[in-house]
């Protein structure tokens, strides 16, 4: 076989797998960069499902007249967003995490009054060093608008069991600067002086003025949701 044809062969070849490794970054890039960028997120921030080891003595005896006081938002507390995204053609679900909540609450005669949650913004953060610089300066602006608020804005009777309940709990939802009445719907784990409360809100963005959160490569969903875990104590 003469060079010229066997130089033309190795191009051939050569061309051939180059082909082959352009399809395999198109086909399998994304779904790399899904699963082994962004990782795994944090789970939903709930609680314990009802009859799992971390749940399987709830206090039940806990009258609601038992939970009156003075409640407050303690250490281990956590709250976040969760947005569903389109990362190069493969479809994620991120997370954002912050541990600077404070809030408070109060109970009397088995009606729960003066509920508040306040989110540090600028503190939460995902696994993504970049795409938590546009969340913070671009989206949010959290140099303007640093916390979320949520202020109760009428009193909730309690149901009478205690322990484990659910209640809705109409508010003021407070992010980027602008307020809407939400309701927020509370799952309860009372048992001596800790409370647990978690709860989440859907949030559309444009509802409170922010910003597309796309941007090149990656296209968001337009809604997300806060979510809450509040550790309590009196």
Sequence with gaps: MSSKKLGSRKILILGGVLVALVIVAVTVGPWAYGKFVVGEQ?????????????????????????????????????????????????????????????????????????????????????????????????????????????????????????????????????????TRAVEVELDVQASGEALDVAGSIDVVFSDYEIPEPGFSGISVDDHGKIEFLLKMAR
């Design 42 to 178: 944090p789970d939903e921030l709930t609680l314990p499902a009802a009859g799992s080891s971390a749940d399987a003595k709830p206090d039940t005896s806990a009258a609601t007249d038992a939970l009156d006081g003075a409640w407050t938002v303690g250490a281990d507390s956590a709250a976040g967003y969760r947005v569903d995204e389109v990362l190069f053609g493969q479809n994620v679900t991120v997370a954002g995490r912050t541990d600077q909540v404070e809030g408070s609450a109060t109970v009397a005669d088995g009606v729960l009054s003066a509920t508040t949650m306040s989110v540090d913004m600028a503190s939460v953060a995902t696994d993504e060093s970049r795409r938590d610089a546009q969340y913070r300066d671009r989206i949010m602006d959290t140099a303007t608008y640093p916390t979320a608020t949520f202020t109760q804005t009428a009193p909730v009777e309690l149901p009478a069991t205690g322990g484990r309940f659910t209640v809705t709990v109409p508010g003021d939802l407070t992010v980027r600067g602008v």
